[in-house]
């Protein structure tokens, strides 16, 4: 998640992997960000990061140590970057 690198639509696109590069929550295009601040499929695992983090930048979440951190707490919870 971190490098960009994922089982996500994103990724997908970028890399021209024949998979689907929608959500499975119905958004169109499935990005990481998409994924971590706005799939309504992983609101309860995203209050982790929102209860940790003072921002939900990308700085914060990927350049801090408390924002990795609670980003593995999310990914863990959540299952999102896992492939279904």
């Known amino acids: 998640c971190r490098t960009g690198h994922g089982f996500f639509?994103?990724?997908?696109?970028?890399?021209?992997?024949?998979?689907?590069v929608g959500c499975s929550c119905g958004e169109?295009?499935?990005t990481r960000s998409y994924i971590i601040r706005d799939c309504d499929l992983h609101t309860t695992a995203r209050q982790k990061l929102t209860d940790s983090l003072i921002d939900m930048t990308d700085?914060?979440?990927f350049g801090t140590n408390e924002g990795i951190i609670a980003l593995?707490?999310?990914?863990?919870?959540?299952?999102?970057?896992e492939k279904t």
């Open 28 to 30: 169109e295009y499935q």
């Open 59 to 61: 700085k914060t979440i």
């Open 72 to 81: 593995s707490e999310f990914i863990k919870e959540s299952g999102a970057f």
């Open 9 to 20: 639509g994103e990724y997908y696109s970028h890399m021209r992997v024949p998979e689907d």
